[in-house]
C-alpha cells in the first residue's frame, strides 16, 4: 500500500483550509478529513491530484465525490459521535472513512461488485472498522435498522421511501435527488417523535445515478 507521506499530511490540511473557506463549519468534519488519507482511495495515477477539491473516475465508471460534498454531507448529518449511521452507495470507501473519523457506528452498502472488492480490503488495511455490504441500496439495510442517519452517495431519481422508513425518531436522511442529465436537489429529510416527516433543502450538486434492481447474491 502506498505511504501517507508529511506531504500529503500537508496538502490535506491545505484542502481542509479550502473547505473551511467555502463555508464547512463544522471542525469535526474538517479534522475528519484532514486524517483521512483520500490519495489511497484513487488509482496512483490520480495521487498528485488527490487533494484538489474534485471528483475523480474510479472503477466500475464510478466517481470519488469531491471533498467539499463529502464535507457537505457529513455535516448536514448533524449527529453526534457513536450515532449509528448508513451510507448507500460505498464506491471506493473514501466517505466511509470520514463517516468513521467522525466516530459514527458505519454500515454502508455497495452493489458494484468491482467496487465492493476494492473498498472492503482497503478500509479494513486502514483499521476502519465499518460494516460492509453488497447489495441494493434502494432497500437499504432493514435488518440493521433503525439508523440516526442514512446518506446517500448517487443520485436517486425520486425520494427512497424504504429509506426513509428505516431512520430512526429525529434521525435524517442526504439524499440527493433528480435526474441525472442535470444538477441535483440535496434534501435533508428527518422523522418527529410522532413519525411525521419533513424534508429541506440544501442546494444543487451532481452525483452519478443510483441504480437499483441488481442481483446480488454471494
Not at 488495511?125 to 439495510?141: A, I
Request: net charge negative; charged share 25%; hydrophobic share 40%.
Amino acid at each position: 500500500m502506498r505511504n501517507d507521506s508529511p506531504k500529503h499530511q500537508g496538502q490535506r490540511m491545505q484542502l481542509v483550509e479550502q473547505l473551511r473557506e467555502r463555508g464547512i463549519q463544522d471542525e469535526n468534519v474538517l479534522a475528519a478529513l484532514s486524517r483521512v488519507p483520500r490519495h489511497l482511495f484513487l488509482d496512483s495515477s490520480f495521487e498528485q491530484f488527490a487533494y484538489r477539491d474534485a471528483a475523480f473516475p474510479i472503477r466500475a465508471q464510478q466517481t470519488i465525490s469531491q471533498p467539499y460534498t463529502v464535507a457537505f454531507q457529513t455535516e448536514a448529518l448533524q449527529l453526534p459521535a457513536g450515532s449509528k449511521v448508513l451510507e448507500i452507495g460505498t464506491g471506493s470507501g473514501y466517505q466511509a472513512a470520514v463517516l468513521a473519523e467522525m466516530g459514527y457506528k458505519v454500515f454502508t452498502i455497495e452493489r458494484q461488485k468491482e467496487l465492493f472488492d476494492f473498498s472492503r480490503p482497503l478500509l479494513s488495511k486502514l483499521g476502519y472498522r465499518v460494516t460492509q455490504k453488497f447489495g441494493d441500496g434502494y432497500k437499504g439495510l432493514p435488518a440493521f435498522a433503525p439508523f440516526d442517519g442514512i446518506l446517500v452517495t448517487a443520485a436517486a431519481p425520486e425520494l427512497p421511501e424504504a429509506l426513509i422508513d428505516q431512520l430512526k425518531p429525529m434521525g435524517r436522511l442526504i439524499v440527493p435527488v433528480g435526474d441525472v442529465s442535470d444538477d441535483q436537489l440535496m434534501h435533508a429529510i428527518w422523522r418527529d417523535e410522532e413519525g411525521g416527516t419533513h424534508n429541506e433543502t440544501l442546494g444543487n450538486f451532481r452525483f452519478v445515478p443510483m441504480l437499483k434492481d441488481v442481483d446480488t447474491q454471494r
